[in-house]
C-alpha cells in the first residue's frame, strides 16, 4: 500500500494526507489537489452540502456547478466562506 500524499493544507495550516486526485478538471482542480487536505475537502463539502439544502440548489443545473466552483474558491483562496445570512443552525 503506499504512502498517502502529503501536503501543506491552505485551509488548515499543517501537513496532512492530500486528495488521491484533483476534485474537478482544469487548473483550479489542480491548485486544490495541490494545496488543500482530504480532510479540509471533506469540510468544504459539508459546508457546500448545507449551502446546497438551504437555497435549494438543483444538482443537475450548471448553475450550481458555477456556484461549486466560486464556493471553493472563497473558501479555500478567499474569505473562508460565509454562511447564508438566513442560516440557522439546528439545535
Do not use: W
Request: proline share 9%; hydrophobic share 35%; net charge negative.
Amino acid at each position: 500500500m503506499a504512502e498517502p500524499r502529503i501536503v501543506h493544507c491552505i485551509k488548515l495550516g499543517k501537513d496532512l494526507p492530500g486528495l488521491a486526485k484533483p476534485p474537478l478538471p482544469g487548473e483550479l482542480g489542480q491548485k486544490i489537489y495541490d494545496n488543500v487536505s482530504k480532510q479540509a475537502f471533506t469540510q468544504f463539502l459539508d459546508y457546500f452540502r448545507m449551502i446546497m439544502n438551504e437555497y435549494h440548489l438543483d444538482l443537475s443545473s450548471p448553475n450550481t456547478d458555477k456556484i461549486f466552483e466560486e464556493q471553493l474558491k472563497e473558501y479555500f483562496f478567499g474569505e473562508g466562506g460565509h454562511l447564508p445570512d438566513e442560516y440557522v443552525p439546528e439545535k
